[in-house]
């Protein structure tokens, strides 16, 4: 599905966002978004029924959906698109803007209407193969002439196998007698045959023997072999026991530090976790504050972001950062969440964490600070 509009237009298939002639990746996330409220206008759609669509077997909050509306509203606009985009409904959902969804509601009637002159182009029956009377009356004439040359040929065809049959009855009776002949010479044969296959059988029995000796030759020889190698190799240095392990890397190769991301929902974080990752930072995901904390412990990180509400408990990116604090570690902490409030930015700056971040592009320049980035 493509949805058109300006010098915009959305392709589904390829999820890309073309922009005149540049392309602009984009999350199927805002796609299916897009969709959603194309095929439903003028109507607006309801919290639940975008959700139950993008996010069908997750279960997300509200948050989730804010964030994705106002980071689609953001693509289009860094596309260059200075317009409005999406209308939220208040206490209701949201919907497109009333221009814009009517725009595309054109364009897709108009691809409507030429699929379907392309279907009845398609079924229209052919003409040629309609026969005027005339042609008709032809046709019979030919059929009728046919059949009588058929029936003739009939005719000739019954004679013909009247003689096909006299000759097959005179075949069969040479065939019997020369049956017998060939039954009298093969009994003949096989009395001949019967010291042949006694020789032959003597012969076998005698080079059963030679193969057996063969193959227990080539055993013990494989053996010798396996010892030996075996000697050789205790020769040149001892046995290893521990079989050869392959480092295997979870974070780019040659990675210019480590981010810890906490979110009981990182399928969220998909965008701005590829960002950091082409910027060859490695960005380690976890559920839960109590694994933070022994990561912590194991590992150097250089800067962590967390949400602040997880598992039924709102505060739990706050209590994270305070645990952190107790514990000595001075990594720089972020907040990232939807909803930027006074208390909120007090209570995260008062407990030792550097700042609240509600939107993708100050994550990126907050935190690329911490790094040596080219």
């Not at 012969?203 to 494989?222: C, D, G, M, R, Y």
């Not at 392959?246 to 990675?255: K, T």
């Not at 194991?298 to 739990?316: C, E, F, K, T």
């Not at 407990?351 to 600070?369: C, F, M, N, P």
């Amino acid at each position: 599905m493509t949805l058109s509009f300006k010098e915009f237009s959305v392709d589904s298939a390829a999820l890309e966002l073309h922009v005149g002639e540049h392309v602009v990746a984009i999350d199927e996330r805002h796609i299916l978004l897009l969709r959603l409220l194309a095929e439903n206008f003028p109507e607006h759609c309801c919290k639940q029924q975008c959700l139950g669509y993008i996010w069908p077997d997750t279960v997300v909050s509200d948050m989730s959906l804010s964030k994705l509306v106002s980071d689609t509203r953001k693509i289009f606009v860094n596309a260059g698109y200075d317009g409005p985009l999406i209308q939220t409904v208040h206490g209701r959902g949201y919907r497109l803007e009333h221009a814009l969804g009517k725009q595309i509601a054109a364009q897709q009637e108009a691809q409507r209407a030429n699929q379907a002159q392309l279907l009845a182009a398609e079924n229209q029956p052919n003409q040629s193969s309609i026969f005027s009377p005339a042609q008709t009356a032809t046709h019979t004439e030919q059929v009728f002439s046919e059949s009588e040359q058929t029936s003739g040929h009939s005719e000739q065809a019954f004679s013909q196998n009247e003689q096909a049959s006299k000759r097959s009855h005179d075949s069969a009776s040479i065939a019997t007698e020369q049956s017998l002949l060939d039954s009298n010479s093969n009994s003949n044969s096989n009395s001949n045959l019967q010291p042949l296959d006694k020789q032959q059988s003597k012969h076998s029995q005698v080079a059963a023997p030679l193969v057996n000796w063969w193959e227990i030759f080539a055993k013990v020889l494989i053996a010798v072999l396996l010892v030996l190698g075996l000697l050789f190799q205790f020769w040149q240095g001892g046995f290893n026991t521990e079989p050869s392990k392959q480092l295997a890397y979870s974070e780019p190769n040659g990675a210019i530090g480590r981010i810890l991301w906490v979110d009981d929902n990182p399928q969220n974080n998909l965008v701005e976790k590829a960002f950091f990752e082409q910027k060859n930072i490695g960005v380690y995901n976890t559920v839960t504050s109590e694994e933070a904390l022994m990561l912590l412990t194991m590992y150097n990180y250089q800067a962590v972001i967390s949400d602040m509400g997880r598992h039924g408990d709102s505060l739990a990116g706050l209590k994270l950062l305070q645990a952190i604090r107790a514990n000595g570690h001075k990594t720089p902490f972020y907040l990232y969440t939807y909803v930027e409030s006074a208390g909120v930015i007090d209570a995260i700056q008062e407990s030792g964490g550097q700042a609240v971040v509600v939107d993708s592009e100050s994550l990126y320049l907050k935190v690329l600070t911490h790094f040596e980035v080219e």
